[in-house]
């Protein structure tokens, strides 16, 4: 599950800076039709969120097999805040940037509308199930079910973050 993802990002969080991401400098240049700017350190903050997102993600699944439902919980409303904060750095920065830097390429303009949408479903699912477990500790009876929803976004959400890596980041570049 998320623990394979973690070790194989591990590597990359020692690399990564784990400031907040700058402020777009002046001298770069805007997407057309936007002022959204290109950002050289955008992708480097989106790989080490993904660190951060699998670190949290797997101290949820670790306090829920220990058995610790308050802890899970507290775990879980840390992984709710970082993927919100996360989903509004790539709507804002990433997807509008490509989308209008990327307008005149169909088929790129068409893969990144795909990737948003998609995520837009991906994010709303995890809320969800954050939203459907935010009780866990004070009703022992949802943990049933926990476990195996917990894999099911686990998996959803490791398939989502090696495709963007691997597909969509490369996409950022700074002149279109």
């Not at 308050?70 to 920065?93: D, P, S």
């Not at 990433?94 to 990737?115: G, M, P, Q, V």
């Amino acid at each position: 599950m998320f623990l394979d993802f973690l070790f194989r990002k591990k590597e990359l969080k020692q690399q990564t800076p784990s400031a907040p991401l700058a402020p777009i400098e002046e001298h770069h240049a805007s997407a057309p039709g936007t002022h959204i700017g290109y950002n050289p350190d955008l992708v480097t903050h989106l790989h080490a969120d993904h660190v951060k997102l699998a670190e949290i993600f797997t101290a949820v699944g670790t306090a829920f097999h220990a058995g610790d439902l308050k802890t899970t919980v507290r775990h879980m409303n840390h992984f709710r805040m970082a993927i919100q904060a996360h989903l509004l750095t790539e709507n804002v920065r990433l997807y509008i940037y490509l989308e209008h830097a990327l307008a005149h390429d169909a088929a790129s303009h068409t893969l990144i509308h795909e990737f948003r949408q998609e995520m837009d479903g991906i994010g709303k699912a995890v809320l969800a199930f954050l939203s459907k477990y935010r009780d866990l500790d004070t009703q022992p009876n949802l943990a049933a079910s926990f476990a195996a929803e917990l894999e099911s976004v686990g998996k959803v959400l490791v398939e989502r973050i090696e495709r963007e890596e691997s597909t969509l980041y490369p996409l950022y570049l700074p002149n279109y």
